[in-house]
């Protein structure tokens, strides 16, 4: 018998997705069982129904083990919670006929079974589709088998991006080259002005049609975070879901407080490097990188806002998709034909605060790497060796903007280039920061809409 519910907590914002595993009304409940195997290494126990494979079972049961080895013996992340009353002490894995290439995770009701204890945990059962070709066997099991993991640690996490990160990184870190992690990043590089850190596809189909799979694709920051600032053997999983842990309905630690506390960095220079990552893909690849990410195709690279060339400056530019909060814009600049100081900055007519990243190749081979932080961020450099510049301008949303808040806030940065030919300082308008003058309207420039690369939403 179940055990009796708590009174509903109080709804979570309306902004916030449906939870990531809870599965819709319709489909609640246990599938049937007419038969099951379990392991001799770990409780778990795979079911199958009247039209189920056994076969298929035994290999989703080897799948578990595995993942149970690496998620949770070797990575650290917390164990399945149990019991889950129903047969046994075992996590119950369900095949059954729910649907092409379905699977979720259900917990067996909403209620802390631990108090106390700094968690907030729920004994789950997974289901999956009975009819799952043999190819995704592997990346499915273990994916949502991380979802149980996370439900053992802190079920009333609102941020999608983070549990789904989360476990598309977690199939990378069990299956290795196999875990397929980056397939749904064309979804979330094809947005980069959506919130990068915490935003969600129901929110972005819904609205924009762009984002189909967003928050899986945003296993690219999860990875940046494991591979460039942590030594890419899995821990940060683990480290970010204890990070971001508490008890009852409310939400801080959130997601993006767990973020920082982890990568050991303020929002402004986390975003920065998540930016470089975002770049540096494919043809614009180099060791600075995400290792995967040499061998990706157009598709995955993140687009480019506008691109300039000596003849364009100075300019103010505006974006056709203000980066909402912790979302991000790209720019290049080809500088062959400059040979003078550059200055760079983002400003906000709203006080918002901006990170820049600008990313330079030099004519010897090679790179450098300049950014600032600010209500007004600035850089100035000497451009007379330099080929080309990458400019990323990230929205950090204005100054307190807790994880938790609203994130689909289109912000209002603009980016100003110019020359410094006379030695004018780093102000990036050429004009007195602290005027009223420098946050007049300005024009758009055609370069906006002439240079852009439109993004074509899935079919």
Known sequence: MLPVAPP???PPPAWIAPHPCRAPAWRDGRPA???SVTSDVYPLRVHWGPGGDPSKAAEILEYLELA?????????????TLPDDAAGPELDVYLAPVGAYQAWVDPISWEDVTPGDGYSSAPVYVVIDEDLPEEWIPTYTVHEFNHVLQFATDFTETALNFWEATAVAAQKWTLDVDGRWDLDVPYFQEAPWAPTLVG???????EYEVGWTFEYGAALWMLHLDEVLGDGDGSVGPALWEAAANEGWGDEPDAVDAILAVSGQDLGAMLNGVARSRWLTGENWDARGLADAAGWDEERAVPIETELT?????????FEHGPMITGQAFVTLDATEIDADLVIGATSSRGLQSGLLVLAWHIDGTTAEHTA?????????????????VIAVSNLGPMGWDGSDYPYVPGDQVLHVRTDAEGEGTKPCGCDTSSPKMWTPFLLSPLVLARRRRVTPPQ
């Open 8 to 10: 509903p907590p109080p």
């Open 33 to 35: 069982s007419i038969d």
């Open 68 to 80: 149970w080895a690496v998620q949770v013996d070797q990575l650290g992340f917390r164990p399945p």
């Open 200 to 206: 969600d596809s129901y929110y972005l189909w819904r």
């Open 310 to 318: 000596a003849a364009d400056l100075p300019v103010h530019l505006g």
């Open 373 to 389: 932080v600010g209500t007004t961020a600035a850089i100035r450099l000497d451009s007379s060796d330099i080929e080309r510049l």
